[in-house]
């Protein structure tokens, strides 16, 4: 039954379907190509975010030692006057 189905086709009806073919394929590649894009996007922001929380680590950190630093001082400053 499929053969004869294959039969009854006629030129143009194959080069249509042919040509539907391509496109959905060419369709498939830019699919495929924007996917990997896409995960290849998601990577480098993934390791921006976190370079990004890593420095806001720093920073915290950093900014607690000045605060205990400055409430030293502040409390020598008492001691001295």
């Given at each position: ?26 369709e498939?590649?830019k699919?495929?190509?924007?996917s ?5 996007q ?11 929380e890593?420095?806001?680590n ?15 001082m ?8």
């Amino acid at each position: 039954m499929a053969t004869s189905a294959l039969q009854s086709i006629d030129a143009h009806g194959l080069s249509y379907v042919q040509d539907d073919l391509q496109f959905k394929e060419g369709e498939l590649h830019k699919a495929e190509a924007t996917s990997n894009s896409l995960v290849a996007q998601t990577s480098n922001l993934q390791f921006q975010l976190n370079k990004v929380e890593e420095l806001e680590n720093k920073i915290t950190s950093e900014k607690s030692e000045l605060i205990q630093k400055m409430d030293k001082m502040q409390s020598e400053i008492e001691t001295y006057k």
